[in-house]
C-alpha cells in the first residue's frame, strides 16, 4: 500500500467519546487551560446518554432530608453485592449533590418540588427518593445542559470519527488513529493524555436498550493497550424493555414507572415479586402489598416495594416468571401504572413513556398495562481505573462512565449510571489535564506503526472470503443472547468459548464492497474486532466466577459463595491471550465498615 498521508490534530487532552462523561471531563480539563479535543462516534448531542430516562441519584436530601452521602454510599455497595470499589462508591455518594447543583447552575431545568427546590424520585435500591429528574427525559437534558457549556469554551470537536488505536511511545499514551466515518479518510490525534469515555457493549446482545455506537470500542482499545479490565462478568440485563413488537424489542421501559407506582403483575394478575425477596434484602422489603402501598408516602414506617429491588433480582424474577408459563402473550410480564395512578399524572410524570408505547406498540399506558422483559442494558465491569485518578494501569490513560468499572460492583443501582458520568468524568477531566501540564516536548508516533494501522482498517476490502459483517455481527448477537445470557452454566460458556475461537478464525473472510466514503458495512466490520474481544472477556470472566452475584448468575452455581465475596475478576491481555484472575478487594477502612453494622 502506497504511503496515504494522515489528517493530524494535536491536542493536550483528547477525549473518545462526547456522552455524559466525554463532556464532563472535556469542560474540566478546558476549565485547567489545557487544548482538548472531544471525539464522537456519531454527532454532538446524539450520544447514549440521551436515552437515560429516570434520573440523577444524588443524596440531596430534597424529598427526604434523612438521606445523605453515607446512606447512598450502603445502598450503593449493597446493590453491588459489595464487589465495588469502596474508594470510588464514596467519592460518587460524596460528590453527587454538588455535581447535580453545578448542572443546574449551568442551565439544566430539573422538576420541582412544592417549594421549588429540585424535585427526586423513588428507583430500585434507594432507600429515598433520590433521583433529580426531568420527568423521564433527565439524559436528554444533562446532554443538552453539558453540549451548550462545552461549545461556549472553545472545546474542538471531531464528530463522526471512529478510533481503531491507541498510539504508544515506550509504555505510554501519545495519542490516537482511526478514521472519518463520512469519507474514509484516515486521522492520526497526537495528544498528552487520552480519557476514554466511549460507554458500554450492549449491541453484543440480540436484544439491548443501547444504540447502535455501543460496540465495546474503549474496552478493546484499552486492553489492546495494555489496561487491566475489571468485572466483565457482571453485566446489567434491565429487567423492564419492551417485548412487542419484535421490532422494538429490549428498547428501555424506565424504572421510574415503577418508582412512581407501577407494579409488575404474571398473567394470573399475581404481584410477583412478594416471591423473589432475596435475604440479603429481606429486613428491609416489605412483604406484604399492604405495607408496599404505603411505602410509597411513608418511607419511615414501612419497607420498601420489592417491584423496587435491585435490577439484577428483578430481571432474574421476570425470567423466572416467563420459564414457569406465567408471562405475558409475548414472552414478558405485565407493568402496571394505569390502575394505581391517574391519566393526567402519569402523562405528567411519563410523557417519553406514554408516546413511547403509544406509537410504537398501539398500547395506551393510561389505560392498559405495558409488557416488559429483561434486555441488555449496562456494563458494570470495564476498564480498571484508580478511584481518585480515573488512570489505568498503562500511564497516559485515563477512563470515564460506563466504559470504566469498579464504581458498581456486580450490579448498578438506578441513576447511579447518569451520577457517575458527573463525578468521574470531571476527576478525569482534571487529572488528565494535570498529567499532560506535567509533561514536556510533543508527543512522537512511529510512521511504521501508522501505516500497519491503516492496512489492518483495510484488510475487509481486500479480503477474499465471502462473510457479510452484518450477518456475522447478528450471528454473534444470537450466540451471546443464547449462552453468555441473564444465566449462565459452565456447559454453555464452553460452547460460547467454542464458537467465539470460531468467529476469531472466520474474521479474516469478512468482506465488504465498495469505496471507503459512507460504507456502514466497513464500519461494521471493523466493530467485529471490538465485540469478539468484549465477548471473549465477558464469557473467560463469567466462567472464572463460579458463584451467582449480583449481574452474574449461574445456573450450575446459583447461589453467593463466600470465596468469591471479597475478590475481583481481572482481565489482561498478555502475549496475545486474554487471561482471567482472581484478585482480592481492598479492605474498606472502619469507619465506611460501620455503616452496614448500623440497624436500618
Known sequence: MARESYETYEHDVLIIGAGGAGLRAAIEARALGV????????????????????????????????????????????????????????????????????????????????DGLI??????GHRY????HVGDRTGLEMIRTLQHHAVAQGIEVHMEYTVTRLLKEGDRIVGAFGYRRG???????????????????????????????????????????GADLIDMESYQFHPTGMVWPPSVRGTLVTEGVRGDGGTLRNNTGERFMFRYIPEFFRAETADNEAEADRWYTDKKNNRRTPDLLPRDEVARAINAEVKAGRGSPHGGVFLDIASRRSADYITRRLPSMYHQFKELAGVDITKEPMEVGPTAHYMNGGIRVDADTTATTVPGLHAAGEVAGGLHGSNRLGGNALSDLLVFGRRAGEHAALYAKGLSGAPSVDPGYLDACA???????????????????SELQETMQSLVGIIRTESELQEALAR???????????????????????????????????????????????????????????SADPRFASVNVVIRKRDGAITPTLEPIREMPTELKQLFEEKR
Request: proline share 3%; glycine share 10%.
Open 183 to 225: 469519507t474514509g479518510q484516515f486521522v492520526v490525534f497526537r495528544a498528552k493524555a487520552v480519557i476514554l469515555a466511549t460507554g458500554g457493549v450492549g449491541k453484543l446482545w440480540k436484544f439491548t436498550s443501547n444504540s447502535w455506537e455501543c460496540t465495546g470500542n474503549g474496552v478493546m482499545l484499552a486492553l489492546e493497550a
Open 119 to 124: 424535585l427526586q424520585r423513588d428507583f430500585g
Open 455 to 473: 492496512r489492518e482498517a483495510l484488510l475487509p476490502f481486500e479480503s477474499t472470503g465471502a462473510e457479510n459483517p452484518h450477518a456475522f455481527q
Open 35 to 114: 487544548s482538548v479535543g472531544l471525539i464522537t462516534k456519531s454527532l454532538l448531542g446524539k450520544a447514549h446518554t440521551v436515552m437515560a430516562e429516570g434520573g440523577i441519584a444524588a443524596a440531596l436530601g430534597n424529598v427526604y432530608p434523612d438521606d445523605n452521602w453515607r446512606v447512598h454510599f450502603r445502598d450503593t455497595m449493597r446493590g453491588g453485592k459489595m464487589l465495588n470499589n469502596w474508594r470510588m462508591a464514596q467519592l460518587h455518594a460524596q460528590e453527587a449533590p454538588e455535581r447535580v447543583l453545578e448542572l443546574e447552575r449551568w442551565g439544566a431545568v430539573f422538576d420541582r418540588t412544592g
Open 500 to 558: 467465539l475461537g470460531a468467529y476469531r478464525q472466520r474474521l479474516p473472510q469478512v468482506r465488504v464492497e465498495g469505496g471507503r466514503a459512507y460504507n456502514p458495512a466497513w464500519h461494521t466490520a471493523l466493530d467485529l474486532r471490538a465485540l469478539l474481544t468484549v465477548a471473549e472477556c465477558v464469557t473467560r470472566s463469567a466462567l472464572e466466577r463460579k458463584e451467582s452475584r449480583g449481574g452474574h448468575a449461574r445456573g450450575d452455581y446459583p
Open 129 to 132: 427518593a433520590r433521583l433529580a
